[in-house]
């Protein structure tokens, strides 16, 4: 089967700091899906719940990636909030970074990633940070060959 997906140019961008909520878990590649189908909404109820709206995407961070993932799965805050049970304050990190935006299916991410990573070593950079992925649209409410991500690694 032909699979369509498109990546935008690799950019050098300029980020602030973000406060964020998570749940940290740790899972196989193919079971990504439904644990983010469980954490990120709870996520977001708990933001909700505390007065505050969501003040950007939910996104997944790649903490360590072997045959198993560990990673971090929630949404940025306006301000920083205490966690309760297995949801987390953090931070997404500032400074420069990498981003791309993947448009496709999401289990062809790897793709986009496989572009930042190229583009690092031609250019001479680092990662400094974990990267994450930032969903733009909701793969519930288009196909799955619109669905676009934006990916972001900090250098």
Avoid at 50 to 72: A, C, H, N, V, W
Avoid at 121 to 145: F, I, M, T
């Amino acid at each position: 089967m032909n699979q369509t997906v498109t990546t935008s140019e690799v950019e050098v961008v300029g980020l602030s700091p973000q406060s964020v909520l998570t749940v940290q878990r740790e899972s196989s590649p193919q079971d990504l899906g439904s644990h983010l189908a469980d954490v990120l909404p709870r996520v977001y109820q708990y933001i909700l719940a505390q007065g505050q709206q969501p003040s950007g995407r939910p996104f997944m961070r790649y903490l360590e990636m072997t045959d198993k993932f560990l990673i971090d799965a929630g949404m940025a805050v306006i301000k920083p909030l205490d966690g309760q049970d297995d949801i987390k304050p953090g931070e997404l990190p500032g400074g420069v970074a990498l981003t791309t935006l993947f448009t496709g299916e999401v289990h062809l991410v790897g793709t986009a990633w496989e572009a930042i990573f190229a583009f690092a070593r031609e250019e001479g950079l680092e990662k400094r940070a974990a990267g994450w992925d930032e969903y733009v649209n909701d793969p519930a409410s288009v196909s799955p060959k619109q669905v676009q991500t934006r990916l972001y690694l900090p250098v």
